[in-house]
């Protein structure tokens, strides 16, 4: 078993049994498993728009700091990538399809309580997140053949917001940039590749 996939086991037993961690019998673990989809692009590829779209599934636990502050950490699978043409498929012409594991941290700023159900309805939130590249292909003519050059980690910032439809159902928009080129180096008419992309996701909290 790897360092991935111990990390993985670990992080789930946290949200199997994340409502009944007791911190310094305080503050207890929030958990909540997120699905949804990505709509991503490559700066630097000669294609433009955030055609690429794709899925991330994982898992999500929340630590409060305060009464308005949180604490968070993830677990996903994300897709990447670019796309001449909006769609998820990994085939066609000038398709790049990159699969990420992806560790975010990041602190929520949370809103508008409502005290009926304990819960917060609207929050904002910014961190990083840390990637490893699982695997990469392309049919895009200036990356095909050169998927072994890809740097397998990436470090990004993101930023979003999010509504809660109840306490157990939330909707999370954020945008991810990356700090760390795809491809380091002279490139066709760039210096680099880089990669940043749009995600849209529901949550189910426990």
Do not use: C
């Amino acid at each position: 078993m790897n360092k991935f996939n111990i990390l993985i086991l670990i992080f789930f037993l946290f949200i199997i049994n994340g409502s009944q961690i007791d911190v310094f019998g305080q503050n207890k673990f929030k958990a909540a498993f997120v699905g949804g989809f990505t709509a991503a692009q490559l700066g630097g590829d000669s294609i433009s728009g955030y055609d690429k779209l794709g899925i991330t599934l994982g898992a999500k636990l929340g630590y409060p700091l305060n009464e308005r502050l949180e604490l968070n950490f993830e677990l996903l699978y994300s897709q990447r990538g670019s796309r001449k043409n909006l769609g998820f498929s990994n085939s066609g012409d000038d398709v790049t399809f990159l699969n990420y594991l992806e560790i975010p941290v990041y602190v929520t700023f949370n809103d508008w309580k409502v005290e009926k159900g304990n819960y917060y309805k609207v929050g904002i939130f910014g961190g990083l997140s840390y990637g490893y590249l699982i695997n990469a292909t392309s049919t895009n003519n200036l990356l095909q053949g050169r998927e072994g050059e890809f740097n397998q980690s990436d470090i990004s910032a993101r930023v979003g917001v999010y509504y809660s439809f109840s306490k157990s159902l939330t909707f999370r928009t954020y945008y991810t940039d990356s700090f760390v080129k795809l491809v380091e180096g002279n490139l066709f008419n760039t210096e680099s590749l880089d990669s940043f992309f749009w995600t849209f996701r529901l949550e189910y909290n426990f």
